[in-house]
């Protein structure tokens, strides 16, 4: 599992923690939306299901993410990633 790694981070006490949380945001976005694609082949089912794997992780996990994103900064484009991470993360 991938996500108790990248919430072990110490986030509001780490140096820069909340500097960095922008790009988590941006992670979470590009990979959870990353299984919009046809899946006509075995491979290609393969990789989406892993997406979905993914996405089942990250819900999973959904109260302690949210709960970090107080610290990101009221900028236009971490809050289109953060709305695009809610519908696809929902």
Known sequence: QL??????FPWRTGLM???R?????RFLRETLD???????????????EEVD??????????????SLMDL?????SIL???AVLARVAA
């Open 53 to 66: 794997e993914w996405r089942r992780e990250v819900r999973l996990f959904a109260t302690e993410l949210w």
């Open 3 to 8: 996500m108790p790694c990248l919430l072990a």
């Open 34 to 48: 990353s299984g919009s694609f046809p899946r006509w082949s075995p491979f290609l089912q393969s990789l989406g």
């Open 80 to 82: 289109r990633d953060l």
């Open 21 to 25: 949380l922008p790009e988590l945001v």
């Open 17 to 19: 923690g909340d500097k």
């Open 72 to 76: 990101a900064p009221p900028k236009r």
